[in-house]
């Protein structure tokens, strides 16, 4: 059984940094493209994505230069390093896996195989 838990989320001050971790278990995580999406109301979201070996990545315009994706194959397991947090990246946020190509990164949330089941995050101005 495949399953993705997300954890690090919580409550920050506007400027702060929170890093987010995504644990998987029950699949070959090499094998699979790894995305952060964000839920706010019921609007889901793209952050950013990474390749099943980490050598390429995407990210919304939104979060580019102060978001940092990355990946560890050993440990599989999936990081999302935010800072220059504002008021605006307060959400639920999701870790999705996609079994991929070599190379491949996904923007699309139709895209991703499995999803986990979201962590809180708050920016307070």
């Known amino acids: 059984q495949v399953q993705l838990v997300e954890s690090g989320g919580g409550l920050v001050q506007a400027g702060g940094s929170l890093r987010l971790s995504c644990a998987a278990s029950?699949?070959?995580?090499?094998?699979?493209?790894m995305g952060w999406f964000r839920q706010i109301g019921k609007e889901r979201e793209f952050v950013a994505t990474i390749s099943r070996s980490g050598g390429r990545t995407d990210y919304a315009d939104s979060v580019e230069g102060r978001f940092t994706i990355s990946r560890d194959n050993a440990e599989n397991t999936v990081h999302l390093q935010m800072d220059r947090l504002n008021s605006e990246d307060t959400a639920v946020y999701y870790c999705?896996?996609?079994?991929?190509?070599?190379?491949?990164?996904?923007?699309?949330?139709?895209?991703?195989?499995?999803w986990g089941q979201g962590t809180q995050v708050t920016v307070s101005s």
């Open positions: 999705a896996a996609a079994f991929a190509k070599v190379g491949q990164v996904l923007r699309i949330e139709e895209g991703y195989d499995y």
């Open positions: 029950g699949l070959t995580f090499s094998s699979f493209a």
